[in-house]
């Protein structure tokens, strides 16, 4: 007997696993028009399944894609802990690396993520998986990607508070080294930094 496991419900999708796949459903939202909260729906779906798939061929470790309906993504189980639960001093310097060089392949192929946080990064097998591309888009604009950055730093900075200043730093190392206009979004997140006239611990270690 399957046993069906709600793992999640959020604001615009609810995900369970039932016998080692995950089912990603997005939730008819009732303020939207019938037919246009189908197509709004549809198009997201799709999109998502597009960017894991992208990103997968970028060399990033992703969930694999098993099958797609009109509003559902299924998908491999990545069995593991997420990163925001076990990163410590201990193991900080790989998860790090490995997070900034993910994020730098994911750039390359003109892949933003859109929602960067170690809750939607998990660690199985020594490698860091990233999922939930619900808000990705396809861009090569740099400001797109510093953007992705940005909300990177203050998911850190708010999360891991006490490791932000050498995990950000870890990261932008590995980024800088692998994205092919690093250089270029480092130097717009400074700018954008500033439009909120603050400064994130680690922003001067680059």
């Not at 615009?12 to 995950?22: F, Q």
């Amino acid at each position: 007997m399957t046993i069906l496991k709600l793992l999640n419900i959020g604001a615009e999708a609810k995900i369970s696993v039932d016998d080692g796949i995950v089912t990603k459903d997005r939730i008819p939202k009732g303020y939207r028009e019938g037919a246009l909260d189908i197509k709004i729906r549809k198009a997201r779906t799709k999109k998502e399944a597009k960017l894991l798939e992208r990103a997968k061929v970028a060399g990033v470790m992703v969930p694999n894609i098993l099958g797609m309906r009109d509003f559902s993504i299924q998908m491999d189980f990545v069995d593991g802990m997420r990163v925001k639960d076990i990163v410590d001093d201990s193991n900080m310097k790989k998860i790090c690396a490995d997070i900034g060089l993910s994020i730098a392949k994911l750039h390359n192929a003109s892949i933003i993520h859109g929602d960067l946080t170690t809750s939607n990064m998990i660690l199985s097998s020594d490698k860091v998986y990233f999922i939930d591309f619900g808000l990705g888009q396809v861009s090569s604009k740099v400001e797109d990607k510093a953007t992705d950055l940005h909300l990177l730093e203050e998911a850190i900075e708010s999360t891991h508070y006490e490791l932000a200043e050498d995990a950000l730093k870890l990261i932008f190392k590995s980024y800088l080294k692998n994205c092919n206009d690093g250089k270029n979004v480092m130097a717009r997140l400074s700018e954008i930094r500033l439009r909120g006239r603050y400064v994130v611990r680690g922003s001067d270690l680059i």
